[in-house]
């Protein structure tokens, strides 16, 4: 490594909480979809802030759209009516059969409105005492109390226990676990379409339309964890549109301001019930400058119909990573994805081949020591998908 990155790492040793592993690069700044370190060194970057630049670093125009907004208005707290917060209301609902947001500053917090909601709905809207939340094994939904509690992780929750109760977990893709584990305190079901932390593993079709159906039958509430694969990542708007969902609720966060913090949660205007003056609050969320950056972010994707670019271009890349796989036997355990949300899983640990990845230039996440997770902006070049495939492909045969 060199004198600057020592120095990067050495202050940042001494002033941060141990709670990150960090990769070995120094970012210094970023363009599209490349990064640049404190040696100068260019890297290609397939991962985006992990599925948080949608439309890459530094965007033009929603560079424009914050120096815009930063000059009228920042902040003013959710005590005040802001036109910036319902334009960006306005055009994410356009994009689902939800009639009510709520605006916040991450994934988790949205995850934890989405929690709160559904058992405040249960109780006051529809007087039944239901407050479980069952989830999926292997899911991922955030790190705070609740949300943690509902990831289900003992590797996550060590030394955090008591989570709080009312959660349990069944194995996810087998719908007879999911039935048996509703009861009479179930207040909802609560699933990611396509696990992103479980290392990209789209959920069956039939199995997701079964739990849709279920959730109906058994009059609970279905809620979709957008925050990764959402905002045009796997060739739809919202990944559940892929799969004829109805959610009572979704979360989302991550690109929905394309670097900025900011989540949200959306819920039927039934469900929205739940909340009333006082029941859930945020200082920062949805505040005007973040506001403001997420409508542009949301007016370029689809302007520039990047639903239908990221499922076109993730389909050629899939098609060229499965003859990849084909060609060096056995390597290459299987690929996995829906649009430009992939994971290639080595049949061995990938923790050199991770680094070796870096070395060249490469920059991409590896998930549970074997899969190579693909998050790159949607408006990457096929060009760039194409050099990560030949280099794996080096790297694999020895070269």
């Excluded at 109805?246 to 959306?266: E, H, Q, R, V, Y």
């Excluded at 290639?344 to 990845?357: K, Q, S, Y």
Aim: glycine share 10%; hydrophobic share 45%; net charge negative.
């Amino acid at each position: 490594m060199s004198q600057a990155f020592d120095q990067v790492k050495a202050q940042e040793e001494s002033l941060l909480c141990r709670s990150y592993s960090r990769y070995p690069i120094a970012v210094a700044r970023g363009k599209g979809s490349r990064l640049w370190d404190v040696d100068g060194k260019e890297y290609v970057d397939l991962l985006a802030g992990i599925a948080v630049t949608g439309l890459g670093h530094c965007n033009d125009e929603v560079t424009a759209a914050l120096v815009e907004q930063a000059g009228r208005l920042w902040h003013v707290s959710n005590l005040f009516y802001q036109e910036p917060q319902l334009e960006l209301a306005r055009r994410l609902l356009a994009e689902s059969h939800h009639g009510k947001v709520f605006f916040c500053n991450s994934g988790a917090e949205a995850n934890e409105a989405a929690i709160k909601l559904a058992r405040r709905y249960m109780r006051k809207a529809r007087k039944r005492d239901a407050y479980e939340i069952i989830t999926l094994s292997s899911c991922f939904h955030g790190r705070t109390f609740g949300a943690l509690a509902a990831t289900g992780r003992e590797s996550l929750s060590d030394g955090f226990t008591p989570l709080p109760e009312g959660f349990r977990q069944v194995e996810a893709g087998n719908l007879a676990a999911l039935e048996a584990a509703v009861g009479p305190k179930t207040a909802a079901v609560m699933l990611e379409v396509v696990q992103g932390e479980g290392g990209v593993r789209p959920l069956p079709a039939e199995y997701l339309q079964g739990v849709g159906r279920l959730c109906r039958d058994k009059d609970i509430l279905l809620i979709c964890d957008e925050v990764q694969a959402g905002l045009c990542r796997t060739g739809k708007f919202w990944a559940y549109q892929n799969f004829d969902l109805k959610p009572d609720i979704i979360t989302c966060a991550k690109s929905l301001a394309n670097g900025l913090p900011m989540g949200a949660m959306l819920a039927t205007d039934e469900a929205a019930q739940g909340f009333e003056a006082g029941s859930h609050a945020t200082t920062f969320g949805g505040g005007a400058l973040v506001s403001a950056v997420a409508s542009r972010t949301i007016e370029i994707l689809r302007r520039d119909h990047l639903d239908a670019r990221a499922a076109a271009l993730g389909a050629e890349f899939r098609d060229k990573a499965e003859a990849l796989l084909t060609r060096l036997g056995g390597a290459i355990a299987e690929v996995r994805g829906l649009g430009l949300m992939i994971g290639i899983e080595l049949a061995e640990d990938g923790t050199e081949v991770w680094r070796e990845l870096l070395r060249r230039g490469i920059i991409c996440n590896l998930s549970h020591g074997r899969t190579l997770r693909l998050l790159p902006a949607l408006t990457i070049d096929a060009a760039d998908l194409d050099t990560f495939l030949e280099t794996l492909e080096a790297i694999l045969s020895g070269r």
